[in-house]
C-alpha cells in the first residue's frame, strides 16, 4: 500500500511537471521568437549584404529575433531618429554627423565597409564628368550617401553642385537605373548591383568614387544612444548576427548570390557576380567604424555644414560593444582560426 500510494504521489508530480512545463514553455518560447527588429536599410545594395544573409542564414533567430527591413532611402537616419526602426544598416560617417550636429540621438556601433564604394555613370552622349555642366545627376535622395559621393566627386572636375551641376534625388539605386534609361537626370551615382545593372544597360562609368583615396562609413550600424543603454544585449546580439552574415556573406558565394538574387530581384547572374567580386575584399572582418573615416567625412561636409568643421569624430561612434563582443573571442570563433 505505501509503495502503490507513493507512486501514485510521484505519479501526480510528474503530470503536475508535465502540466506546468507545457503550458509555460511554448509561451515563452513563442515571446522569444517573436520579438520584431525592423532595420531601415537605403537600398537593397550588396553593401547592406551582411544583414540579408544574417537574415536568410538564419542568425538572427538564434537570439530569438525576426528581422525585417525597410527600404527608405536617403531617409534612413530619420526613420532610426525617429523610433519607427531598432536599427539602421547603411547609415554612412555623413548621414550620422549631420543628424548629429543636428540635435539627433544616433550613434554608429559597426561599420562593415571604410571605402566609398560608389560610381558615377552617364547616357551615352556624355563622356566625362564636365560634360555634365548645365546638366542633371541623380541620387537616391538628398542628403544622403550618393549625394555626398556626387558633390565630392563634381568638385574633383573642379564643377560646383547645385550651380554648375543640378541634383536630384530620385527615390532609390534602381529608380536612378530608371531615372537614366528615361533620359530624365544625364547622370546618376549607384553602387552594386544597380551600378553593374546600368554599365551593362550603356552607362557607362564617368568616376569611381574610391579613386579619392577618401575613407568613408558606407556600411554603418546606427542605433540611438537611448535604446542601446536601455537594451544593450539586443544590440550586443544583433550585431553578432550581423558579423556571422558579413563571415557567410564572404566565405559562401553561392548562398551570398542566391541572396543577392532573392533580395535584389536581380536574376542577371553576371551582374550579381561582377557586384560581389568587386565588393567582398571591401567587407571589414572586425568591423569597427573608423575615426578616419568620420575625420574624412567631416572634412568635406564642413564645405556644406560648419558645424562640422569643429566637430570631434569619437562624438559619432560608440566601440564599446563590439570591443565586448572581439574580447570574448566570438569573432575568431565564427571565422575560425
Do not use: C
Request: positive net charge.
Amino acid at each position: 500500500m505505501t509503495s502503490r500510494a507513493t507512486m501514485e504521489r510521484w505519479a501526480i508530480v510528474i503530470f503536475l511537471t508535465t502540466f506546468l512545463l507545457s503550458s509555460v514553455k511554448p509561451a515563452f518560447s513563442a515571446e522569444a521568437q517573436s520579438k520584431v527588429i525592423n532595420v531601415a536599410v537605403p537600398a537593397v545594395s550588396l553593401l547592406q549584404a551582411p544583414l540579408f544573409v544574417a537574415i536568410d542564414a538564419g542568425a538572427f533567430k538564434k537570439y530569438g529575433m525576426e528581422v525585417r527591413y525597410i527600404v527608405t532611402g536617403a531617409r534612413t537616419i530619420q526613420a532610426l531618429v525617429g523610433g519607427s526602426v531598432q536599427f539602421a544598416q547603411g547609415v554612412s560617417s555623413r548621414t550620422v554627423p549631420a543628424a548629429v550636429l543636428a540635435g539627433a540621438d544616433a550613434v554608429l556601433i559597426a561599420n562593415f565597409s571604410d571605402k566609398l564604394l560608389f560610381t558615377l555613370h552617364g547616357a551615352p552622349e556624355i563622356n566625362s564628368l564636365k560634360d555634365l555642366r548645365g546638366k542633371v545627376v541623380g541620387v537616391s535622395g538628398l542628403g544622403g550617401s550618393t549625394d555626398f559621393a556626387t558633390r565630392l566627386a563634381l568638385r574633383e572636375a573642379g564643377l560646383v553642385p547645385d550651380k554648375d551641376v543640378a541634383i536630384r534625388g530620385v527615390g532609390g539605386a534602381p529608380e536612378t537605373v530608371a531615372a537614366l534609361k528615361a533620359k530624365v537626370v544625364h547622370a546618376g551615382t549607384l553602387s552594386p548591383p544597380s551600378s553593374f545593372v546600368a554599365q551593362k544597360a550603356g552607362f557607362k562609368i564617368l568616376f569611381d568614387m574610391s579613386s579619392l583615396g577618401v575613407d568613408y562609413v558606407s556600411s554603418g550600424l546606427g542605433v540611438k544612444k537611448a535604446s542601446l543603454a536601455a537594451n544593450r544585449l539586443e544590440a550586443k546580439q544583433f550585431l553578432m548576427a550581423m558579423i556571422e552574415g558579413a563571415k557567410i556573406l564572404t566565405r559562401d558565394e553561392e548562398f551570398a548570390l542566391h541572396v543577392l538574387n532573392k533580395h535584389s530581384r536581380i536574376s542577371d547572374r553576371d551582374v550579381l557576380k561582377q557586384s560581389y567580386n568587386y565588393l567582398r575584399p571591401y567587407f571589414l572582418k572586425v568591423p569597427y567604424p573608423s575615426a578616419r573615416a568620420i575625420k574624412d567625412t567631416l572634412d568635406a561636409l564642413a564645405k556644406d555644414l560648419p558645424k562640422a568643421k569643429d566637430a570631434d569624430p569619437r562624438d559619432f561612434i560608440d566601440n564599446s560593444v563590439l570591443k565586448e563582443i572581439e574580447a570574448s573571442g566570438y569573432i575568431e570563433a565564427v571565422y575560425g582560426k
